[in-house]
């Protein structure tokens, strides 16, 4: 009994000091912090980023659209591969505006093969212009460029702008991949037209015959355009496979924007920012003139590391004014030479800094760039900045004009006078018969 006893005393003394254990005490201070109990802290283990460390195995992984089979793709992989100094300057060039690309790609959950279109459309120059006047990296002809709000100005066409043009070819795109609900037809509408795609489709449609990308009767070049895409897309996939080595391009953003305080020559923008004038038109190509206008290109792309030492040298610089260029408004339609020395330029100078080509008469309103004098202290103002235009006319349809109105005055002219001679006649007629009339009047 007595030993019954005992265990029960040990158990209820452990249960009570157990129950103890599972209550930490109670803080006597709101100020104090209540005791730990184990087992209640954790530890938030963290996730292992995989981030590639080359752009184009990001580019690899971004994967999206079906690869195209076939003789063509094949025999364009081939031909892109056996030009390897053609491959290595493309690419080259491709390493400034890649990141830029990828990262618009992403943000849309777009395929990343998307990247490499540029080096179909332009071999990644975004100064190239076409035979058809398409232009820039994406090379987007005037009036698409237009109903994508890419300013086309006598200062600047966002044809070429990097950021621009990618946003327009990427919304461009995306809108073509809805209207086909295909990427390879896609890719041919952007090439080729949505309108001539979709008369293909129709046609196939009524023929009863499939209407993929590979069914549909289109001009040779919409036929070459995605083997071209795939064949890149091929190589930059596995460039081992067919003897290539890609030059390495970081994941990294190669630049960034800049404001713009005032209007500055292209020249001391690139001094100011420590790199060539080469290096600056590389990322800001849609500045076709020597000069940047403030109001219609308020921000400029500089090279990542460039970017702060541009703005100190700005702020530590103490010129007085940093653009010898601005704008000015042609008053009447008048010839090349007599607006030259309005502006007391040189006529070859003044033709070459405004592309005007020989025989052409500027008309009323063009906005031209001229040397900024010494009393011109402010900058050029928004709306020519951002809607300033060069209207042209050749010489020889003026001419033709001024002939014309000429010679319609003159035969105004001699009209009336038959016509006054005409009615003089009748006069005359009149008068000899009132005189008849006398004689006769008189014999009676």
């Known amino acids: ?13 452990l249960l009570t000091g157990c129950a103890n254990l599972a209550e930490p005490p109670q803080a006597t201070n709101q100020t104090e912090l209540s005791p730990i109990a184990k087992g ?18 990001r580019i690899r992984k971004g994967y999206k659209m079906p ?9 364009r992989t081939l031909w892109y591969a056996s030009k390897p100094d053609y491959l290595s300057r493309m ?9 830029h690309i990828v990262e618009e790609l992403e943000a849309r959950n777009m395929p990343t093969e998307l990247a490499l279109l540029p080096f179909i ?3 990644f120059n975004p100064q190239a212009v076409s035979s058809a006047r398409a232009s820039g990296m994406w090379q987007f002809m005037p009036k698409t460029g237009k109903s994508f709000d890419l300013k086309q100005n006598a ?12 946003r327009a070819a990427l919304d461009y795109l995306e809108r073509l991949h809805k209207m086909f609900g295909d990427w390879h037809l896609a890719l041919a509408a952007y090439n080729w037209g949505e309108g001539n795609v979709g008369k293909a489709i129709a046609r196939n449609k009524r023929a009863g015959q499939p209407t993929g990308y590979t069914d549909l009767n289109m001009p040779m070049e919409t036929r070459m355009y995605v083997p071209k895409l795939q064949a890149m897309k091929n190589i930059v996939g596995n460039p081992p496979q067919f003897s290539v080595v890609l030059p390495s391009i970081p994941n990294h953003p190669y630049f960034q924007s800049v404001p713009l305080p005032r209007d500055m020559d292209v020249s001391v923008a690139a ?20 000069v940047l206008l403030a109001a219609g290109s308020p921000k400029i792309l500089l090279p990542w590391d460039n970017a702060e030492v541009f703005q100190r040298n700005y702020e530590a610089s103490t010129l007085g004014r940093m653009a010898t260029w601005t704008a000015w408004i042609a008053p009447t339609t008048m010839k090349v030479t007599d607006a030259a020395k309005r502006v007391n330029m040189n006529e070859a100078d003044f033709r070459a800094i405004n592309n005007i080509p020989p025989r052409m008469l500027i008309k009323a309103g063009s906005a031209l760039l001229v040397p900024r004098s010494a009393g011109i202290l402010g900058d050029v103002t928004a709306q020519v900045a951002d809607n300033g235009h060069l209207d042209l006319s050749p010489e020889a349809v003026a001419k033709r004009k001024a002939a014309a109105k000429g010679s319609k005055n003159a035969k105004g002219t001699k009209l009336a006078s038959a016509k006054d001679s005409k009615g003089s006649g009748k006069q005359q007629a009149a008068a000899k ?3 008849k009339g006398d004689t006769k009047v008189a014999k009676k």
């Open 271 to 290: 001094k100011l920012a420590e790199i060539s004038e080469q290096d600056f038109k590389a990322l800001n190509p849609s500045a076709h003139r020597p």
């Open 433 to 435: 018969g009132d005189k």
């Open 40 to 57: 209640s802290a954790k530890r938030d283990s963290v996730a292992k980023l995989d981030l590639p460390n080359d752009l184009w195995e």
């Open 1 to 13: 009994m007595r030993f019954l006893l005992t265990v029960f005393s040990l158990s209820l003394a």
């Open 67 to 75: 690869d195209l089979e076939g003789d063509l793709a094949n025999d």
């Open 121 to 123: 459309e332009s071999a």
């Open 155 to 166: 200062f600047r066409d966002d044809r070429r702008d990097v950021q621009a043009s990618t």
């Open 91 to 99: 690419t080259e060039r491709s390493n400034k505006y890649l990141y």
